[in-house]
């Protein structure tokens, strides 16, 4: 095999390498069962198989280092994996979490060796669940402003004061936090701390939702002891690597599954709910071009992030990703918009009059009116366009508001 891995010749035979791979390890009862929840009760034992065989391979997070336990692929070389997974009807059992989408990837930035032999390898086999502590009642757009402290107790720290919109903080084992180390210094008296979330004197509330979900939670620390070992970069660094986190977080990777609304094609929700006329097309003329629109724009939006991301060459994610997370939230929002649109007066909340997947659309559309305040907001995004991007001149907002924090 030739020595360029990214070769058309290299390419070709790493896709037969997992095509084989994947008629020996992939359950066929779980073809075409998209998620978790699809696979039911009785595809648990599948499921587990496929988790076990897809992480055993490193291949659940194909780019990462493999000796904590990643595939240790280039990007291209994802790609054709997640290409041939998706051919054979599959998904990546291990999912998208914060541990896989954020930690991970800024630990291998900046944390210690023993940090990640600790961290890493649970989290490519999908042992651990990852949620983020940034937001506080009086630190969101100015995040840098946030009063949760942790004091200086000699092997350790001492960490008291409260988070909020802590997504999935009752399932969480771990927690990365945002805390203040030095209250007479602002931005430079910010750590960044790994806190066990079964840790005595952490205390989480979940808040419920319009959508009639509850994934935000206010989370408490009273005394809560860390160890110094726990401390990601240097003492007072940590709005350096909670900005590198937070670039994670926006960036857009084709590996992010599809949310349970994109398992049917718009389209076909809206041919059945509005008809089709003579010649086949959207029965409504109006409907018909701003959907046409939208699925040109989604188009775009794809190509666009399978390019960045092969520039990106393995590199990480740069200030593109502010134009990623605004396009994709808007994207979204519309997609929700056109669906509950095209649903008409068949709009409901609960109850068995309504479809499942009808009822699904209602509460992603809700939902979905978070997508462009959190992650840092879209007006802070824009606030980075300019800035890094353009080279306009720096705005009074930060690069990580809206959520996550404002600077000066």
Not at 126 to 136: N, V
Not at 305 to 332: H, W, Y
Request: charged share 25%.
């Amino acid at each position: 095999m030739p020595d360029d891995l990214s070769s058309p010749i290299s390419l070709e035979a790493f896709r037969g390498e997992v095509q084989a791979w994947l008629e020996v390890n992939f359950p066929k009862a779980l073809a075409g069962r998209r998620s978790q929840a699809e696979a039911g009760e009785e595809g648990r034992e599948d499921l587990a198989d496929w988790k076990r065989a897809l992480c055993g391979k490193g291949w659940g997070t194909p780019t990462w280092p493999s000796p904590y336990g990643g595939g240790g692929l280039t990007p291209v070389q994802a790609r054709v994996l997640r290409e041939e997974i998706r051919r054979v009807g599959g998904w990546n059992p291990i999912g998208w979490g914060m541990g896989v989408r954020m930690l991970g990837p800024t630990l291998l930035e900046y944390g210690t060796e023993a940090q990640k032999q600790q961290h890493i390898p649970p989290i490519c086999r999908g042992e651990t669940r990852w949620c983020q502590g940034y937001s506080e009642p009086g630190a969101g757009s100015d995040l840098a402003a946030l009063q949760t402290k942790a004091e200086d107790r000699g092997d350790h720290f001492l960490v008291n004061g409260q988070k909020l919109w802590t997504s999935g903080a009752q399932y969480a084992d771990w927690c990365f936090c945002l805390v203040r180390t030095d209250p007479t210094r602002k931005h430079d008296g910010i750590s960044f701390l790994l806190i066990d979330m079964r840790s005595p004197g952490v205390r989480v509330n979940p808040i419920q939702l319009i959508s009639g979900r509850s994934p935000f939670c206010e989370t408490f620390f009273t005394d809560v002891q860390v160890s110094k070992a726990n401390l990601v970069g240097p003492l007072n660094g940590g709005w350096t690597v909670g900005k590198r986190l937070l670039q994670y977080e926006r960036q857009r990777n084709e590996d992010a599954p599809a949310r349970a609304t994109e398992q049917r094609a718009i389209e076909e929700v809206a041919a059945e709910q509005l008809g089709r006329d003579a010649q086949g097309r959207l029965a409504d003329p109006d409907y018909r071009a701003r959907l046409t629109r939208h699925l040109m724009d989604r188009k775009a939006f794809n190509l666009t992030l399978q390019r960045s991301i092969v520039e990106a060459g393995g590199g990480g994610p740069t200030a593109a990703t502010s134009i990623l997370k605004n396009v994709s939230s808007l994207l979204v929002q519309e997609r929700s918009e056109l669906l509950v649109e095209a649903l008409g007066q068949a709009v409901g909340w609960e109850g068995e009059t309504f479809a499942p997947e009808e009822l699904a659309y209602v509460r992603e559309w809700l939902s979905g009116k978070a997508n462009t305040i959190f992650a840092g907001s879209y007006e802070i995004q824009n606030n980075i366009i300019s800035k890094r991007i353009l080279g306009l001149p720096d705005p009074v907002a930060s690069e990580t508001g809206g959520l996550s924090g404002q600077r000066p």
